[in-house]
C-alpha cells in the first residue's frame, strides 16, 4: 500500500495448516529425499518451478507442504534470507539472515513422524532476501512422508491488505489465510504492497496484467491455470489507485476486464468483488460485477463491507491489525461457506 505508510513485506509460507493433516502410517507412504521435486512436498498457491534445485514462491500465501519421519530436519537455502519456521504445529521461531543449512531442530524431536512449517520474508521494499526453498535434509535412513490435503482452494487477490501488511505475522495473520483456516480449505494470497488494479503511468503495479504471472517480476513465467483450479476468488483491490489519479471510468474498465479474464481461466469458480474498506470506487465495482451478470456469468458476486471494520482495527486508517483480519476473516468465512 501506499498511503501514509511505507510499505512492509509480506510473508510468503511454506506450511502445514489445520486443515491439511500428515499420514501418520510410514509404511504406507511413499518414500522422498526432501528435494524440491519430491512427490510428498505439496505446494499450493504459485510456485516458479523451472529450477529442479530451487522452488521460488512467487506471490504472498504461497506455501508446501511436508511431514518427516527421524528426529532432526533442517533447510537447504542459497543465499542470506530471514524466515521463520514451525515443527510440529509449536511456536513460530524467527531465523534471520540465514544461509545454507540452517538447523531448525538444535534439540532432537522424539523418533516418530513429524510436520515442518516455514515461512519466508518475502522480497519487498528495502529487503532484498534471497526467499528459495531447496528441500529439507533429514537424518540418514529418514524419509518424508505424504500428506493428505483438502481438496477446495481458495484465492485472494490484492494489496497490501490482503498481503497483511500491520498484521503481526503478515500473511499468515491476515484475512485470506485466516478465512482458509476458518473453512478447511487450502488457500493463496495473490498479493504484494503497492499494487494497483489498473496499471498507471507513474509505475503503479496493474493487477489487470500481472495477476496472469508466476509472480510479481514481469520476468517470470505465465501461470499456468491448469496446475489446479480454486472454488472462490476473492478480490480486494482499488485502495491503491485513488492515490495514482485512476479515473472511475478507468477502475470500472479493467475491473471488468479482470472477470472476464479470471473467468476465463476458473471456469467454475465464484468471483467475489470486495467493496474497498476506504469505501472507494463503490459504484465502479458494483457496475463491473453487474456487466458481468448482464453477460451471463451469474458467479460474480459484490461483497459489501460497510461495517466490518471500525477505527481500533485499523492503526494507520488503511490497514486492519491483527483484530481487525479476524473480523473480516469471520465475515468472509460466514459468506463463502
Partial sequence: MQIGTKPRVATLAVALVAAISTVVNPAAAATG??????????????????SASAYVPGWTGAYAVVGFTGTTVKLRQRNSVDLYASVDGGAWT????????????????????????????????????????QGVVLDSGAHTVAVSVPSRIIEFVGDSITAGYKASKEAL?????????????????????????VPTSDGCIGMRDRYFKTGLDTSTPDWDFSRYQVSD????????????????????????????????????ATIHAMETFKKWYVAETKAAVAARNNAGDAKVRYVATEGWLTTADTPDGTHPNDAGHQKIAARLAALLG
Avoid: M
Fill in 33 to 50: 529425499d526432501g528435494s524440491p521435486t519430491d512427490a510428498n512436498i505439496k505446494y499450493f498457491g504459485r510456485w516458479d518451478t523451472r
Fill in 94 to 133: 524467527s531465523y534471520r539472515a540465514v544461509s545454507g543449512t540452517v538447523n531448525l531442530t538444535p534439540n532432537r524431536l522424539p523418533a516418530g513422524t513429524h510436520t515442518l512449517r516455514v515461512a519466508y520474508r518475502q522480497d519487498a521494499g528495502s529487503y532484498k532476501g534471497d526467499e528459495v526453498f
Fill in 173 to 197: 495473520t491476515a484475512y485470506g489465510w485466516l478465512t482458509g483456516e476458518k473453512l478447511g480449505a487450502a488457500h493463496t494470497q495473490i498479493a504484494r504492497p503497492s499494487v494497483c488494479l
Fill in 233 to 268: 476468488v476473492v478480490i480486494n483491490l482499488g485502495t491503491n489507485d485513488k492515490g495514482h489519479n485512476v479515473s472511475g471510468a478507468q477502475f470500472q474498465s479493467a475491473y471488468v476486464t479482470l472477470l472476464q479474464r479470471i473467468r476465463a481461466k476458473y471456469p467454475n
